[in-house]
C-alpha cells in the first residue's frame, strides 16, 4: 500500500527566509510524487512532480523539491518566502507498482510566512 | 483561473432535496474524479472516471452517484444527504498518463446539508 506523511501540522517562516515543507513516502514500486497547494476556499493547485531523472525538481512560483531515494523523501523548498506562500501544502503519491490511478495525500501542512 | 469549472460554488440543501453539482473541463482529459474534502483536511478520494466509464468508487454510499455525460462533463447527483456530508466537494481530472500527469482541480462547490 502506498502512503505519504507530513510530519508537521504548521511551519512558520518569516519572509524573506528559506522554506522547507517536508514529506516522506512509502511505495512498492517507482513512486511518482506531487506537490500541490490550496488557498482558501480553492482548489488545489499542482506546484511540481517528480518522475524520473534529476533529482531536483523545479516548479511553480520559485518552488522546488528534491527527490531523495535513500530517506524516502520529497521535501518541498523555496529560497526566499513570501507572505503570498502562506497557505496549505500536500504532498502526494502514486504508487508504479500498483494502486491503480489512485493519488495518495499527505495530511497537509499549514504554511504561514510573516513580516 | 482554474482550467476545470465547478458550479455551483456554493450550495445548501436540507436532507430531502435532491440536487446535482457539475464539472466540465475542456483540457481533453480522459480521466475525471470526484473529491471530499473537510477543512484543514486532505481530499478524499470519492469516483474516479476513466474514458467515460467508473473505474473506481471508493465505496461512496449511495445517496450519492456519478455521471460521466461525456469527455468534458462530470456530474455528482447527490439525494437523502446528512449534515454530515457538508464539505468542499472537489472535481478534478488528468491527462492520458495517470499515472505521471497531475491532477487538474476545479474550485470546488462547498456543500452545506440542513
Known amino acids: 500500500a502506498q502512503s505519504v506523511a507530513q510530519p508537521e501540522d504548521q511551519v512558520n517562516v518569516a519572509e524573506g527566509n528559506p522554506l522547507t515543507v517536508k514529506c516522506t513516502y512509502s511505495?512498492?514500486?517507482?513512486?511518482?510524487l506531487f506537490w500541490y497547494v490550496q488557498y482558501p476556499n480553492r482548489g488545489l493547485q499542482f506546484l511540481l512532480k517528480y518522475i524520473t531523472g534529476d533529482n531536483l525538481v523545479k516548479g511553480s512560483y520559485g518552488f522546488e523539491a528534491e527527490f531523495n531515494k535513500s530517506q524516502t523523501s520529497f521535501h518541498l523548498k523555496k529560497p526566499s518566502a513570501l507572505v503570498s506562500d502562506s497557505a496549505l501544502y500536500f504532498c502526494a503519491v502514486r504508487d508504479g507498482g500498483g494502486g491503480g490511478n489512485k493519488l495518495t495525500f499527505g495530511t497537509g501542512t499549514q504554511l504561514k510566512v510573516e513580516l | 483561473d482554474t482550467e476545470v469549472t465547478q458550479t455551483p460554488k456554493h450550495l445548501v440543501m436540507g436532507m430531502t432535496n435532491k440536487k446535482s453539482l457539475k464539472c466540465e473541463q475542456h483540457m481533453g482529459h480522459r480521466a475525471m474524479y470526484w473529491y471530499k474534502q473537510k477543512a484543514k483536511k486532505p481530499p478524499e478520494l470519492m469516483f474516479v472516471y476513466s474514458y467515460e466509464k467508473l473505474s473506481i468508487n471508493e465505496s461512496v454510499p449511495s445517496r450519492f452517484s456519478p455521471e460521466c455525460p461525456n469527455s468534458s462533463l462530470l456530474n455528482l447527483h447527490l439525494h437523502a444527504l446528512q449534515p454530515e456530508d457538508s464539505a468542499l466537494y472537489l472535481c478534478a481530472s488528468s491527462g492520458p498518463s495517470s499515472y505521471n500527469s497531475p491532477l487538474h482541480f476545479g474550485n470546488g462547490t462547498r456543500l452545506t446539508v440542513t
Open positions: 511505495v512498492s514500486g517507482n513512486p511518482y
